[in-house]
């Protein structure tokens, strides 16, 4: 597809990723760009002078580790790449994709449907969520067969392992990129609950192998979110957690009403 560029994170030292995730795409009849991924498990975030642990701190209660410091940089490496092709749309995967047999298929649908429609009014779609909530339906997307739909992700839902952006989305996020505040996932929730620019699909078109994530994990943790945790951690995350939900409420009555809302793009 000429308006479509796509890009694979791996980091050098996972070339049995790399060979399986070329080999699931190849069965698509797609191939990708390789982003030689950020390896953060050793990094000390605080050597890291693009890392505001303050704002980290007081809005998530904990410290980032070193591999969520790498998946930010791996992700913004991708998204400079993607720009840099002067494609209107980007998908980025993560190494341990497993598509669904159609995914790439109803990939294109999308764009074909978002081609007919004109300028994008949405920056990101997650075609990777397992897990999504708060929702409403914007169309069917059929390919050979199969369809999914897809949604309006008000909430947006988690998990980077497949994204499609549009080029506005893409440039809007790297004006914001740094300095990094937040693990990466957690970032695009955010931003996009607030302005309500995320779309999602049901059932997701690509899903992870089940193998841990290499760019996301660090040498030192005993699990993920762990480091330097505050005493009010659980009280951070409940508060973050009900005002995105609230937000995303928001949007979605004021899209079943056709109320208009101001939005942070």
Same mark, same amino acid.
């Given at each position: 597809?000429?308006?479509?560029?796509?890009?694979?994170?791996?980091?050098?030292?996972?070339?049995?990723?790399?060979?399986?995730?070329?080999?699931?795409?190849?069965? $698509?009849?797609?191939?990708?760009? /390789?982003?030689?991924?950020?390896?953060? @498990?050793?990094?000390?975030?605080?050597?890291?002078?693009? =890392?505001?642990?303050?704002?980290?701190?007081? =809005?998530?209660?904990?410290?980032?580790?070193?591999?969520?410091?790498? %998946? %930010?940089?791996?992700?913004?490496?991708?998204? $400079?790449?993607?720009?840099?092709?002067?494609?209107?749309?980007?998908?980025?995967?993560?190494?341990?994709?497993?598509?669904?047999?159609?995914?790439?298929?109803?990939?294109?649908?999308?764009?074909? #449907?978002?081609?007919?429609?004109?300028?994008?009014?949405?920056?990101?779609?997650?075609?990777?969520?397992?897990?999504?909530?708060?929702?409403?339906?914007?169309?069917?997307? /059929?390919?050979?067969?199969?369809?999914?739909?897809?949604?309006?992700? +008000? =909430?947006?839902?988690?998990?980077?392992?497949?994204?499609?952006?549009?080029?506005?989305?893409? %440039?809007?996020?790297?004006?914001?990129?740094?300095?990094?505040?937040?693990?990466?996932?957690?970032?695009?929730?955010? #931003?996009?609950?607030?302005?309500?620019?995320?779309?999602?699909?049901?059932?997701?078109?690509? /899903?992870?192998?089940?193998?841990?994530?290499?760019?996301? !994990?660090? +040498?030192?943790?005993? /699990?993920?979110?762990?480091?330097?945790?505050?005493?009010? =951690?659980?009280?951070?995350?409940? !508060?973050?957690? #009900?005002?995105?939900?609230?937000?995303?409420?928001? +949007?979605?009555?004021?899209? !079943?009403?056709?109320?208009?809302?101001?939005?942070? @793009?």
């Amino acid at each position: 597809m000429t308006d479509l560029s796509i890009f694979l994170i791996n980091l050098d030292a996972s070339p049995d990723r790399l060979a399986a995730a070329t080999d699931a795409m190849a069965a $698509q009849g797609t191939s990708f760009t /390789r982003v030689s991924g950020y390896d953060g @498990r050793k990094t000390n975030p605080l050597d890291v002078p693009e =890392y505001d642990a303050a704002a980290m701190r007081a =809005y998530f209660g904990r410290d980032m580790n070193g591999g969520e410091v790498g %998946c %930010c940089f791996s992700h913004i490496r991708a998204l $400079q790449a993607f720009v840099e092709s002067g494609k209107p749309y980007g998908l980025i995967f993560e190494d341990d994709v497993s598509p669904a047999p159609q995914a790439m298929e109803l990939t294109r649908a999308l764009i074909e #449907w978002q081609n007919e429609r004109g300028t994008p009014d949405w920056y990101v779609a997650n075609l990777g969520a397992e897990r999504s909530k708060i929702l409403s339906p914007v169309t069917t997307l /059929r390919a050979n067969g199969s369809e999914v739909v897809l949604y309006r992700g +008000h =909430y947006f839902p988690m998990l980077a392992t497949a994204l499609l952006w549009t080029r506005e989305g893409a %440039c809007a996020f790297l004006e914001i990129a740094l300095p990094l505040n937040c693990p990466y996932d957690n970032f695009l929730r955010r #931003w996009l609950t607030a302005n309500d620019m995320g779309l999602t699909t049901r059932p997701p078109l690509f /899903r992870t192998t089940g193998a841990d994530s290499d760019i996301d !994990k660090s +040498h030192t943790a005993k /699990r993920r979110g762990t480091e330097g945790r505050s005493k009010n =951690y659980g009280w951070l995350k409940a !508060k973050r957690m #009900w005002g995105d939900k609230f937000r995303a409420l928001g +949007h979605k009555s004021r899209r !079943k009403f056709g109320l208009k809302g101001k939005t942070n @793009r």
